[in-house]
């Protein structure tokens, strides 16, 4: 049995040229643009399952709960921490990083740490528009990154562990042929006794 290696490239042909380079001001827009509506539907859908608990509980004097602006704000505002936070963690992006091919690393290019991403969160939810920074800015980093050291590049691979952008761009994958053992037996002699041969 022997293996070959064959190399697939996991990153779209379109984008394969700026791969690894830093995100602009409208694809991370748009990334959280993505993020927000998340989150929305995530807190739609908890206030309409406490809803539903209430109504199983009250029957018919049953009302929706009214909340109000501060609470909203405060748990809106929570929710988007926490959801930041945590995608930035576990694999670099969140779900509309996801989408548009970003990805969060340090300076260093490594991944980013539970602190640094709940500074980062934080950052960005009490002020989002320290974001336009990112037009201004030659490496293309908003105060977000500059205050926490991190950086967001485009980036299509599935893994977050990346050594460098080349790797980010390929994954090796060794696949094993197996080879026949059999003899050729094209040009045989016949021997003398098989098969009624003499």
């Given amino acids: 049995m022997t293996a070959r290696q064959t190399a697939f490239d996991t990153v779209p042909r379109e984008a394969r040229s700026f791969h690894g380079e830093p995100a602009g001001l409208v694809t991370r827009t748009l990334a959280n643009v993505v993020d927000l ?53 576990t694999n670099g992006r969140t779900y509309g990083d996801h989408l548009l091919g970003l990805r969060v690393r340090t300076m260093d290019n490594t991944e980013v740490g539970g602190v640094r991403a709940v500074a980062r969160a934080v950052l960005c939810a009490v002020a989002p528009l320290l974001l336009v920074w990112v037009a201004i800015s030659r490496q293309q980093r ?30 090796r994958v060794d696949v094993a042929a197996t080879v026949a053992n059999e003899p050729d037996d094209r040009d045989a002699e016949p021997v003398s006794g098989v098969d009624g041969e003499r």
């Fill in 37 to 89: 509506v998340v989150v929305a539907a995530l807190l739609a859908g908890g206030y309409l399952g406490v809803a539903g608990l209430l109504f199983l509980r009250r029957g018919a004097s049953f009302t929706f709960p009214i909340v109000s602006y501060r609470l909203a704000y405060a748990v809106g505002v929570g929710a988007w921490i926490v959801y930041m936070a945590f995608g930035w963690r």
């Fill in 142 to 171: 908003s105060v977000q990154d500059l205050i926490v050291g991190t950086h967001v590049v485009y980036d299509w691979g599935g893994s977050r562990r990346r050594t460098s952008s080349e790797d980010a761009a390929r994954m």
